[in-house]
């Protein structure tokens, strides 16, 4: 499944390393959906599905998970808040937001963000790996590195976008890219043992700065939460 692992969803490390500067794209407000159904050597087949609003904003991308009713237990979190939060060594990192932030040098600024916890996570590179992120900007920014199209045919040209694909075996991939947006609206992935799909919605709500209210959140290290 080879072509699946380069197009699994970026919160689990998506994409091809690029270090190419991105190009200007226009800013977006984004829900997306994430399904992966794959059978294990035991037998057993598992299937995920999972949500996240992605706001991208100049050279900032902001990729929240959309926590459904009775996630988190609040009870519990209530005691993490911001004063608490200073003391508090296992803030719930596990659904934390990622903020990626490209510097005027090119480097990446990347952090979690634990929303309940009210804790900002700095992340140093050489805690990328730990943490699931494989520091690939264009991959975050694009949602996939545009470097996959290349390694794809052209397809059917719809209203929506254009279809790029590829067949190998019993693996296929299929992106529909939206270029005016330069990002994919739905990317389909199908190997021996599963299959995973990522379907992009544009909302039209206004775009607001959401990392505004981490001015507030206890600012840690990484290291601060290794025992």
Same mark, same amino acid.
């Given at each position: 499944?080879?072509?699946?692992?380069?197009?699994? &969803?970026?919160?689990?490390?998506?994409?091809?390393?690029?270090?190419?500067?991105?190009?200007?794209? &226009?800013?977006?407000?984004?829900?997306?959906?994430?399904?992966?159904?794959?059978?294990?050597?035991?037998?057993?087949?598992?299937?995920?599905?999972?949500?996240?609003?992605?706001?991208?904003?100049?050279?900032?991308?902001?990729?929240?998970?959309?926590?459904?009713?009775?996630?988190?237990?609040?009870?519990?979190? +209530? #005691?993490? #808040?911001?004063?608490?939060?200073?003391?508090?060594?296992?803030?719930?990192?596990?659904?934390?937001?990622?903020?990626?932030?490209?510097?005027?040098?090119?480097?990446? /600024?990347?952090?979690?963000?634990?929303?309940?916890?009210?804790?900002?996570?700095?992340?140093? &590179?050489?805690?990328?790996?730990?943490?699931?992120?494989?520091?690939?900007?264009? +991959?975050?920014?694009?949602?996939?590195?545009?470097?996959?199209?290349?390694?794809?045919?052209?397809?059917?040209?719809?209203?929506?976008?254009?279809? @790029?694909?590829?067949?190998?075996?019993?693996?296929?991939?299929?992106?529909?890219?939206?270029? %005016?947006?330069?990002?994919?609206?739905?990317?389909?992935?199908?190997?021996?043992?599963?299959?995973?799909?990522?379907?992009? #919605?544009?909302?039209?709500?206004?775009? %607001?700065?959401?990392?505004?209210?981490?001015? /507030?959140?206890?600012? %840690?290290?990484?290291?601060? @939460?290794?025992?």
């Amino acid at each position: 499944m080879r072509l699946l692992s380069k197009l699994k &969803p970026w919160a689990l490390a998506l994409g091809l390393a690029c270090m190419g500067a991105a190009q200007a794209a &226009p800013d977006v407000s984004l829900e997306v959906t994430h399904k992966s159904s794959v059978l294990g050597a035991d037998g057993i087949q598992r299937s995920t599905v999972f949500t996240e609003r992605v706001i991208r904003q100049g050279d900032t991308v902001w990729i929240e998970r959309v926590m459904p009713a009775g996630a988190h237990q609040e009870d519990e979190h +209530a #005691k993490a #808040k911001v004063g608490a939060a200073k003391d508090h060594k296992h803030a719930d990192l596990s659904a934390a937001t990622r903020w990626i932030q490209r510097l005027p040098d090119g480097k990446l /600024k990347f952090r979690l963000v634990a929303m309940h916890d009210q804790v900002v996570v700095d992340i140093a &590179p050489a805690e990328y790996a730990t943490v699931g992120f494989d520091g690939a900007w264009l +991959a975050a920014y694009h949602l996939i590195d545009p470097a996959v199209l290349k390694t794809l045919k052209a397809g059917e040209t719809t209203p929506q976008g254009q279809w @790029f694909e590829n067949t190998k075996g019993r693996n296929a991939v299929r992106v529909l890219w939206d270029a %005016k947006r330069e990002m994919p609206l739905q990317v389909l992935s199908q190997g021996a043992n599963g299959n995973r799909t990522t379907t992009v #919605k544009v909302l039209n709500t206004a775009i %607001k700065n959401p990392w505004d209210v981490t001015k /507030k959140f206890a600012q %840690k290290d990484y290291s601060d @939460f290794l025992d």
